[in-house]
T-cell receptor
Framework: GAVVSQHPSWVICKSGTSVKIECRSL??????MFWYRQFPKQSLMLMAT?????????EQGVEKDKFLINHASLTLSTLTVTSAHPEDSSFYIC????????????FGPGTRLLVL | SQQGEEDPQALSIQEGENATMNCSYKTSINNLQWYRQNSGRGLVHLIL?????REKHSGRLRVTLDTSKKSSSLLITASRAADTASYFC????????????FGQGTELSVKP
């Protein structure tokens, strides 16, 4: 089946630094990818839709200048958390729709971010 | 928020018992999907049911969909300790393109 990878799987950084998370579709192309954030014991909250060749679409309440998304190619989307603060510590998960009717989405394994 | 509701929030049962989780959503959907997440891990896709379907089976899983009540249920029969995880429903709304909106989840604990 289709595989989505994320890198890194976990990262610890100091407050004020920026962190980049990569999401790759390994054996299929994805013109659209989705970024989610999950706090402990909570559900996944959709942050934004990443669109290849155009600007990302952000969900209400998500700061686009804080969470920069770049869909550089048909297999890569990146999420950069700029000037990270402890409240940005979370589990970040990306997904990509499969080919065809795109009913199924393939999720990456997630990236755990801890900001000290 | 468009997030769906799930109940119960937590469910604790003995091995061998059945587990039922419910999910409600708000507007017209293309499909509804169920996922499992082990603690701190990624999501595992369990089953997808389309808006024109009423019931679907996959192994020990049974999913029903009632579009008139905007609700779905996931039944896990003959549960095992390995079924211990969080379960989420996710809806793909007609008006929202391809994105999935997740419910709040049910934390299932199956005791051996």
């Amino acid at each position: 089946g289709a595989v989505v990878s994320q890198h890194p799987s976990w990262v610890i950084c100091k407050s004020g630094t920026s962190v980049k998370i990569e999401c790759r579709s390994l054996d299929f192309q994805a013109t659209t990818m989705f970024w989610y954030r999950q706090f402990p014991k909570q559900s996944l909250m959709l942050m934004a839709t990443s669109n290849e060749g155009s600007k990302a679409t952000y969900e209400q309440g998500v700061e686009k200048d804080k969470f920069l998304i770049n869909h550089a190619s048909l297999t890569l989307s990146t999420l950069t958390v700029t000037s990270a603060h402890p409240e940005d510590s979370s589990f970040y998960i990306c997904s990509a729709p499969g080919a065809g009717n795109q009913e199924t989405q393939y999720f990456g394994p997630g990236t755990r971010l801890l900001v000290l | 928020s468009q997030q769906g509701e799930e109940d119960p929030q937590a469910l604790s049962i003995q091995e061998g018992e059945n587990a039922t989780m419910n999910c409600s959503y708000k507007t017209s959907i293309n499909n509804l999907q169920w996922y499992r997440q082990n603690s701190g891990r990624g999501l595992v896709h369990l089953i997808l049911i389309r808006s024109n379907e009423r019931e679907k089976h996959s192994g020990r899983l049974r999913v029903t969909l009632d579009t008139s009540k905007k609700s779905s249920s996931l039944l896990i029969t003959a549960s095992r300790a390995a079924d211990t995880a969080s379960y989420f429903c996710a809806t793909r709304y007609v008006s929202q393109g391809g994105k999935l909106i997740f419910g709040q989840g049910t934390e299932l604990s199956v005791k051996p």
